[in-house]
């Protein structure tokens, strides 16, 4: 029985109250992604800052910001309290999703059994921990799982038994328009569009999924994606000759970022039995898959019930032929079988592509939302009589929820300011340029200070890597800035960053420090001053000294040739500054610094020649020349 207007009404307003509620109660959300990029990403993109400022946002300061307009314009504009419910009844749509999705694939029973079971179906998804622990704040997961479940019910609502072949084939394009979406807003939705083709191709004999439905599919896919990530996919490869920028650069070999593919695999098990066992760890309260500690039975209970169901579904022909045979009923199952197979593949296979290829809870909140659809699936299959599926089905839901515990992190009470940054003069000038240091989530801060203001983040998770057109650009904005030049960190420094501070020729003066205070971060700023830069190869007999600084911390092999003598390697390495007692005039030297990458040498980069009288000349290779040594401007030239 199909679900009724005003049933659907008053369900989707419930849901949305509901949500909204519970998401205020939680408080207003300060998280670390929001902190970190979020935010900042959305004011970069309106205001034309992605390529002025420097990673911000560390890695994921090149995200597609389009999710988070919404999140971004409230934050501005609405109140904190009244942001975070529209945050709550937003996400509460996954809650109608679920309850519809349930209704479509409930043929059986009657009308108050199944508002009953899709009700408790909703309500086991959106029970779940994670689920909880990002309502009512600004996470792209409970958005994209919208676009999946949507897809889903389209694929689902095009499968009942009084659906036309014409209007099957537009529910596919509709999935694939919303799937599609899904991924071109966030890639990592890929694990769905992967999971429901595997489906689709398994069960095409049954589904009658031909190729005409498939280009139907695969067609609103692609203009799904170009809907949502199209712009922004065209803009990365056009900036950074990388569609997914700074992501899996070891394909895309940009020559902006090094050649790294940046996954995330801390959470991913290192054995087929550890990956086994995930499910009842959080079955414990042990967090494999997530920063914070959270509990969740439903996994647990689905990891012993799916093996069971599948096993049940093996002996039913068996089954039904000899109940056939001795004359005995056969009660027909709550759901049908293309709708049983359709969701169980489905939940299956994404849940196998999560494990495998990320294993980061938040990204399975949308198979998490169907969970309890799911369990409705299973019981259904192994259970005889609708009383007792109903039974035991209620049972396990009211368990799984009493079970559930999350552990919301970083929520304030309600303020007017989201942030509360309080500036102070010292960090008010205009035409600053602040050098962000440290991996703590801080670019939140940028909106507030000064237009003209340019941001450079030279450490954290995205430090910029050597022979990289960031690392060149970051430097060249650091030389040639002519206002005020400060560091910007919410966290204390460490040996890395002032590692960075060393290798970019800025000096930091710990007497000019200043502090400023956000809602949740104390700030420090402190002058930076921009060194003269080292020589790149220098001879000086008078002291006998020879330096050299290979550009941008290349490795780099020094050979010498004294008078008519073969020329012999000298030393390798980086940087270095040596004094020699055979520096003496009477003698003709040739000094070369020559690239190398341990492998084999690479061009020529200096050359420095004493003559007999003492008089030296030298020549860069890479443009501009070397000066002679008391012509260069004092600096240090870094450990040997």
Not at 34 to 54: C, G
Not at 214 to 243: C, E, H, K, R
Not at 245 to 259: E, H, K, L, M
Not at 351 to 373: D, N, T
Request: include cysteine; charged fraction near 15%; hydrophobic fraction near 45%.
């Amino acid at each position: 029985m199909r679900p009724r207007r005003k049933e659907i009404l008053l369900i989707g307003s419930l849901g949305v109250l509901f949500s909204a509620v519970w998401a205020v109660s939680i408080g207003q959300d300060l998280g670390w992604d929001l902190r970190n990029y979020q935010y900042y990403s959305v004011y970069a993109w309106l205001h034309n800052r992605i390529t002025y400022h420097i990673a911000p946002g560390q890695r994921q300061n090149w995200l597609n910001p389009l999710v988070y307009v919404p999140h971004y314009l409230l934050i501005q504009h609405a109140p904190s309290l009244i942001a975070t419910a529209i945050f709550g009844a937003i996400a509460g749509l996954n809650f109608v999703l679920v309850y519809l999705l349930t209704r479509c694939v409930v043929s059986k029973g009657r009308y108050g059994m199944a508002v009953a079971i899709s009700l408790l179906s909703a309500s086991v998804g959106v029970a779940d921990p994670v689920f909880v622990e990002v309502l009512g704040g600004i996470s792209s997961d409970i958005i994209i799982s919208i676009f999946v479940l949507a897809g889903l019910l389209a694929l689902c609502q095009s499968h009942r038994p009084e659906i036309n072949s014409r209007a099957r084939s537009v529910g596919y394009g509709l999935c694939g328009l919303f799937l599609g979406m899904a991924c071109g807003l966030k890639l990592t939705a890929f694990v769905y569009i992967v999971g429901l083709t595997l489906t689709l191709v398994v069960l095409a004999p049954v589904l009658q999924f031909g190729h005409r439905r498939f280009a139907v599919y695969a067609m609103g896919g692609i203009f799904g994606f170009l809907l949502t990530g199209g712009y922004w996919s065209w803009f990365l490869w056009d900036q950074y000759s990388n569609p997914i920028f700074p992501y899996f650069n070891s394909v895309f070999q940009s020559p902006w970022a090094a050649p790294e593919s940046l996954r995330d695999d801390r959470f991913l098990p290192q054995t087929v039995e550890a990956a086994i066992s995930y499910p009842f760890q959080w079955f414990v309260g042990l967090h494999t898959t997530n920063e914070n500690q959270f509990y969740d039975a439903r996994f647990a209970l689905l990891a012993v019930l799916l093996p069971m169901v599948l096993l049940a579904l093996a002996s039913d022909r068996v089954a039904r032929r000899r109940n056939a045979l001795e004359g005995r009923s056969y009660e027909q199952p709550l759901v049908g079988r293309d709708h049983f197979w359709l969701i169980v593949l489905f939940f299956l296979t994404s849940y196998v592509v999560w494990i495998v290829v990320f294993a980061i809870q938040h990204y399975l909140i949308p198979a998490s939302l169907i969970s309890g659809l799911v369990l409705l699936l299973t019981l259904d299959r192994l259970f005889a009589t609708t009383a007792s599926k109903v039974a035991v089905f209620t049972s396990l839901a009211l368990f799984s929820m009493v079970w559930g515990k999350s552990f919301p992190s970083q929520r304030l009470p309600y303020h007017k300011d989201w942030f509360g940054v309080e500036l102070t003069p010292a960090v008010s000038e205009p035409n600053t340029l602040f050098v962000m240091l440290g991996d703590v989530p801080d670019s939140y801060v940028v909106p507030f200070l000064p237009d003209s203001d340019r941001f450079v983040r030279i450490s954290g998770n995205f430090p910029l890597q050597p022979r990289t057109g960031l690392r060149q650009m970051a430097r060249e904005i650091i030389n040639q800035h002519t206002g005020p030049i400060r560091s910007l960190t919410s966290g204390t420094l460490g040996s890395f960053d002032r590692l960075q501070l060393d290798r970019f020729g800025l000096d930091l003066s710990e007497t000019g420090c200043g502090t400023f205070r956000s809602r949740i971060d104390q700030f420090t700023s402190c002058p930076l001053a921009l060194r003269p830069p080292p020589p790149i190869l220098a001879v000086d007999p008078r002291s006998q000294m020879i330096l050299w600084n290979a550009p941008d911390e290349t490795i780099a092999r020094v050979y010498v040739q004294k008078d008519s003598d073969p020329k012999v390697l000298y030393a390798e390495g980086s940087q270095g500054d040596e004094q020699e007692t055979w520096i003496v005039p009477g003698h003709r030297f040739v000094f070369e610094l020559v690239g190398w990458d341990g492998a084999r040498e690479g061009p020529l980069i200096a050359t420095a020649t004493i003559d007999e009288q003492g008089n030296v000349s030298s020549q860069t290779f890479g443009g501009g020349t070397v000066p002679a040594p008391d012509e260069q401007a004092p600096g240090r030239s870094g450990d040997k």
